[in-house]
């Protein structure tokens, strides 16, 4: 059990190491690059360190994995088959960890687009997305 936890563990600290410039991430940057859009990346000051902000605008923007931050009805937002109360507590975490920092983001005047995975592979809802974004101002 402990063994089994600690490989867990292991994975899922190797998941959030990879977890910056992730292929959704990359997929959205170029399309909003593509449309001249100008962004930062990785703003670590702010808090949940948003993946794209837009300064001007004042809106961060979260590229959400649709696993590990549980996109509701989903069906990649799967559990996994043993350790369940491990996965369940995680993902507890991982969903209140994206509500603290979006309520912080939103007390410091800053508004929050999220945009899931499965959503970046498909051309329409990233272009819905992108003009969500482009309401916004510049
Ligand atoms: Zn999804």
Redesign the pocket.
Known sequence: MTDRLSTDRRSWLMSRVSSKDTAPEIRVRSAAHRRGLRFRIHRRDLPGSPDLVFPKRRLAIFVHG?FWHR?PG?R??STPKSNIAFWQKKFAQNIERDELSRRKLQSLGWQVLTI????TKREDTLYTFLKEIEKYGN
């Open positions: 649709c996109h989903c990649k937002a899931w995975e499965c959503e």
